[in-house]
C-alpha cells in the first residue's frame, strides 16, 4: 500500500509539473503572437485549467488572438461580453465578436448570434434572422443550434 501511495504522490507531482511546463510554453508562445498559444491560453484561464481561474486575464488572451482573427478566441470573447466574464458585460460587442466567427463559419458563433437575435441583445430582435443562424449553425452540425430551431419552430 506504502508503494502505491508513493506511486501516486510522484505521478501527481510529474503531472503537475507537466501542466506547469506547459503554461509555461503556451505563455511563451502567446507572448510571441502565436493566436492558437493565445486561444488556449485564454481557454486556460477561463476553466482554471493549468492555472487559477481569471475571466479577466482569459479575455486578455482571447482579445489578442481574436483580434488576429482567430473564430474560437472571437467567439469565447463573444460569450465573455454576453455574460459579462471579465468584462462589462456588452451585448452589442458580444453581436460584434460573433459576427467576426461567422464570417469563419464557425458554428458556435452562428448558434449564439441565433441567439442574440432571438432574445434581441445587441441587435434587433428577429426571429427570423434567428431560425436563420440556428439553421446554418445546425447544418455545420451544432446540436445546440438543432436543438435551438426545433423549439422555436
Known sequence: MKKYFTFLLV????ISYAQLNDIETLTTKA?????????????????GEGVEQSYSKAVYWYTKAAEQGNANA???????????NGVEQSYSKAVYWYTKAVEQGDSNAQNN???????GNGVEQSKSKAIYWYRKACENFNDKACENLNRIK
Open 31 to 47: 507572448e510571441q503572437g502565436d493566436t492558437d498559444a493565445q486561444f488556449n491560453l485564454g481557454a486556460a484561464y477561463d476553466n
Open 11 to 14: 505521478l501527481c507531482f510529474f
Open 74 to 84: 472571437q467567439t469565447n470573447l463573444g460569450f465573455a461580453y454576453t455574460n459579462g
Open 113 to 119: 448570434l441565433g441567439i442574440a437575435y432571438y432574445n
